[in-house]
């Protein structure tokens, strides 16, 4: 027979092994094709039973601090070769929580739809500034939304797209994302999520 306490005790102890585990994704998108993978990998995760909570670093609201979830994953289009700095300033802020726990970037660029695991060395660049590396990385080819763009940006984009071998139809928008590769990382997220704490290098 166990007492009242106890058995207290025990059902504190089954709701900690219940309770699902939290993703964080802050996530950085200035034309939404970031935004979309955002969506996709939180309804994966969702769908496999974590608790997801996806903010966006641009929106000017206060982010919260990484401590209170098993996993945090960075999403970010690149602009004129570079992250988003809110992101950036967020790796900074937090880098000593971040190190010790499961970590995951994900880079959004025109650049990625020739392929290669960190084309331009975007990846690389970042993560050398910041002295420390998220426990997975990868990059995704991005989009040509050419209907949103202004005609400044529409011009300057479709002469970018060419020299670089990708669509120049203006009159439609193009995405090159390979939404497989999007629900395989989504995976190794989950399996990244359901790992303890670790002291990363
Ligand atoms: C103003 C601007 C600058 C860009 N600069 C780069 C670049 O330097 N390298 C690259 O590979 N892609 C570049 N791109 C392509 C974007 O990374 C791509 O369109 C991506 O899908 C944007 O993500 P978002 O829709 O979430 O903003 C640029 C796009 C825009 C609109």
Redesign the pocket.
């Known amino acids: 027979m166990i007492s009242k306490q106890q058995a207290a005790g025990q059902l504190t102890e089954l709701e900690v092994l219940v309770k699902k585990k939290r993703v964080l994704i802050i996530?950085?998108?200035?034309?939404?094709?970031?935004?979309?993978?955002t969506d996709v990998i939180a309804r994966e995760l969702r769908a496999r039973g974590f608790e997801v909570n996806s903010r966006s670093a641009l929106d000017g609201s206060k982010l919260p601090p990484p401590g209170d979830f098993d996993l945090v994953v960075f999403g970010?289009?690149?602009?004129?070769?570079?992250h988003a700095s809110p992101i950036i300033a967020y790796l900074h802020e937090y880098a000593a929580t971040l190190r010790t726990m499961p970590t995951a970037f994900f880079s959004?660029?025109?650049?990625?739809?020739n392929g290669g695991a960190d084309?331009?060395g975007?990846l690389d660049a970042t993560f050398t500034s910041l002295g420390w590396r998220p426990t997975a990385t990868v990059a995704f080819?991005?989009?040509?939304?050419y209907r949103q763009?202004n005609w400044v940006?529409r011009f300057?984009?479709k002469q970018?797209a060419k020299s670089a071998g990708h669509a120049t139809d203006t009159t439609r928008d193009h995405s090159?994302?390979d939404w497989n590769d999007v629900r395989g990382f989504a995976a190794e997220l989950a399996t990244l999520a359901r790992h303890e704490r670790s002291h990363a290098s």
């Open positions: 996530y950085a998108s200035n034309h939404g094709q970031t935004r979309v993978i970010s289009r690149i602009q004129f070769g570079h959004v660029s025109m650049a990625a739809a084309p331009n975007y080819a991005g989009a040509l939304p763009y940006l300057v984009m970018i090159f994302t």
